[in-house]
T-cell receptor, first 114, second 112 residues
Framework: KAGVTQTPRYLIKTRGQQVTLSCSPI?????VSWYQQTPGQGLQFLFE???????NKGNFPGRFSGRQFSNSRSEMNVSTLELGDSALYLC?????????????FGSGTQLSVL | GEDVEQSLFLSVREGDSSVINCTYT??????LYWYKQEPGAGLQLLTY?????DMKQDQRLTVLLNKKDKHLSLRIADTQTGDSAIYFC????????????FGQGTELSVKP
């Protein structure tokens, strides 16, 4: 069974641009969560999607958005990039997103904003 | 509130046991996890414990949970150089699936 797949692996953008990251969950998993990892703030929850609906959202500005497709694949978008958006963005999947489930993470997308 | 605390660094000799500690503040959390992150990689789930358990053993890994003190520990027996990584503890709430609250991570360095 393939794991969680995130593309691209690396991205370099400049301030003001926008970026879209992609996540394919483990087959059969319908819940997808996104996290931002930075040296200063650590791992922070961005949002969670289930059945194409955002169920939970962290404390990030509206420039961060996401969506989920009918095949459970998810994308997250960051508009008007700032230097502080440079981070490792991790995606995790689980069956239906209940608290008793294991979350499996992808390898992440390393975003550098210049 | 939501807060998970970990010590930042731990250094041990190969073959010794490692104990990584974590404290959490919200007693309503239902599951507690340990993840491992190697350089340039994502998070690998190591083990987890339900909040109504005291201990869980899984091969070289032992998780201890003290609910009264809200303290969680991960013991790695016979630590190897391949265990060098950052270890994160995390808690999750039953009604907020997908939303893990992570500690800052403990960097484990294993010296030969």
């Amino acid at each position: 069974k393939a794991g969680v797949t995130q593309t691209p692996r690396y991205l370099i953008k400049t301030r003001g641009q926008q970026v879209t990251l992609s996540c394919s969950p483990i087959s059969g998993h319908r819940s997808v969560s996104w996290y931002q990892q930075t040296p200063g703030q650590g791992l922070q929850f961005l949002f969670e999607y289930f059945s194409e609906t955002q169920r939970n959202k962290g404390n990030f500005p509206g420039r961060f958005s996401g969506r989920q497709f009918s095949n459970s694949r998810s994308e997250m978008n960051v508009s008007t990039l700032e230097l502080g958006d440079s981070a490792l963005y991790l995606c995790a999947s689980s069956l239906i997103g209940q608290g008793n489930e294991k979350l499996f993470f992808g390898s992440g997308t390393q975003l550098s904003v210049l | 509130g939501e807060d998970v605390e970990q010590s930042l660094f731990l250094s041990v000799r190969e073959g010794d046991s490692s104990v990584i500690n974590c404290t959490y503040t919200d007693s309503s959390s239902t599951y507690l996890y340990w993840y491992k992150q190697e350089p340039g990689a994502g998070l690998q789930l190591l083990t987890y414990i339900f909040s109504n358990m005291d201990m869980k053993q899984d091969q070289r890994l032992t998780v201890l949970l003290n609910k009264k003190d809200k303290h969680l520990s991960l013991r790695i027996a016979d630590t190897q150089t391949g265990d060098s990584a950052i270890y994160f503890c995390a808690e999750i709430y039953y009604n907020q699936g997908g939303k893990l609250i992570f500690g800052q991570g403990t960097e484990l360095s294993v010296k030969p």
